[in-house]
């Protein structure tokens, strides 16, 4: 297989529902979508769902675009390859850069899939034929409009909720929803705000299913230290870029759940691996979302197929998120389960009209 044109799209869509979180507030995605050619016309989309600012992780739409024209696609273009595998070796020198690399190696392995003649869930080892959706909830202006969207979002089916939290925004608020669904599968997410051990301690009583990235991405250490003295599982997230990151933080029980971004790991090969090693560790897994457009979402859904997504995925339905997306059919939830595409590679059609009417930049290679 060779990639012989390459084209990014620089797409733009409005949230339905404004999102907030310790790092960022953010109304409207900007993502980049990636389509690799092969010589018989063959076409394989993926997305670079980095946000617009760098305060997630260091990357910004910007230096994704920079990244991808001068250096990922430039090293895929005219190289031969037999298994998706291969193509994030072309890009092996270049450090970092997760996001870019994970929109193009996401239209690799869609590329590949189509190519074979299956879907993208099989051609990565996908057991499930479901996968069960939780959704990330935003901080909220009120605690009474956060138990307004807690109540919507159970109602809709989703089986668990993730509040993200901030000093300021945590014990009250996950006591108010907690209150009023004693039983729902709750868990916090802190984007990494945190210093002290304290005001997370005092989640304790609440039975969280896990409090996810509490200290700043690079402090394993601070992870592992309040892990010790704490029952609510802590689950990594910004800490966790490369297989190595992960090494590190089983080696010093930092971690008792992974939170696998395919964006934030550079891609499905790397992102399978991750799994791979947290369940050889006993680490459950579960996919994180960036609030991608369909197709990175869809590439979501197909990871948390593999047998060690235990836990709800990020993986709402479209409408969560957008008023129309870009693939047809949306991704879809029916009691927060969402079905495994079984038609080959994405196993969604790519809207290709939403997309041009969106598109504010476009580059061909
Ligand atoms: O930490 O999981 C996060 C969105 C932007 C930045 C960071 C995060 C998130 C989400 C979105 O939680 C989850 C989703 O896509 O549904
Ligand atoms: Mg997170």
């Known amino acids: 297989l060779k990639v012989i044109a390459a084209r990014l799209h620089r797409v733009r869509l409005p949230l339905v529902h404004e999102f907030r979180t310790s790092s960022h507030r953010k109304t409207l995605l900007d993502h980049i979508l990636v389509e690799l050619e092969d010589a018989s016309g063959a076409v394989g989309w993926g997305e670079i769902a980095s946000p617009s600012d760098p305060y997630y992780a260091p990357e910004t739409v910007e230096t994704c675009w920079h990244v991808a024209e001068r250096y990922l696609l430039p ?128 989640l304790d009583e609440f039975g969280l299913t896990m409090i996810e990235q509490p200290f700043a991405p690079r402090n394993l250490l601070a992870h592992s230290r309040l892990q010790q003295s704490m029952q609510t599982p802590i689950c990594l997230d910004e800490s966790i870029e490369t297989l190595d990151d992960l090494e590190t933080a089983l ?66 339905a479209s409408e969560k998120y957008y008023a129309r997306d870009v693939i047809t059919p949306p991704v879809v939830a029916e009691h927060g389960v969402v079905q495994v595409p079984k038609a080959t590679g994405l196993g969604h059609a790519v809207d290709t009209d939403l997309i041009a009417a969106h598109t504010v930049a476009t580059l061909s290679l």
């Open 251 to 316: 080696s010093i029980e930092a971690l008792r759940v992974l939170n696998i971004k395919v964006s934030r790991m550079g891609g499905l090969t790397a992102a399978r691996a991750a799994h791979d090693r947290a369940k050889q560790a006993g680490i459950p897994v579960w996919c994180g979302g960036m609030h991608e457009f369909g197709i990175g979402r869809a590439a979501n859904v197909a990871i948390s197929s593999l047998p060690g997504f235990t836990l709800p995925s990020d993986v709402s």
């Open 75 to 202: 090293a895929v273009l005219g190289q031969s390859w037999e298994r998706p595998e291969q193509v994030s070796q072309f890009w092996a020198k270049v450090r970092g850069n997760q996001f870019a690399k994970a929109g193009v190696d996401v239209a690799a392995w869609v590329l590949w899939s189509e190519l074979q003649g299956v879907s993208l869930a099989q051609a990565l080892g996908g057991t499930r034929a479901e996968v069960v959706a939780g959704v990330s909830l935003g901080i909220e202006p009120t605690i009474d409009d956060l138990l307004a969207e807690v109540r919507r979002q159970v109602a809709a089916g989703y089986p668990r909720v993730k509040l993200k939290i901030a000093p300021g925004w945590d014990v009250e608020p996950v006591r108010a929803v907690r209150a009023e669904h004693p039983e729902l599968d709750l868990h916090v997410d802190a984007n990494g705000i945190y210093t002290d051990d304290e005001p997370l301690l005092a």
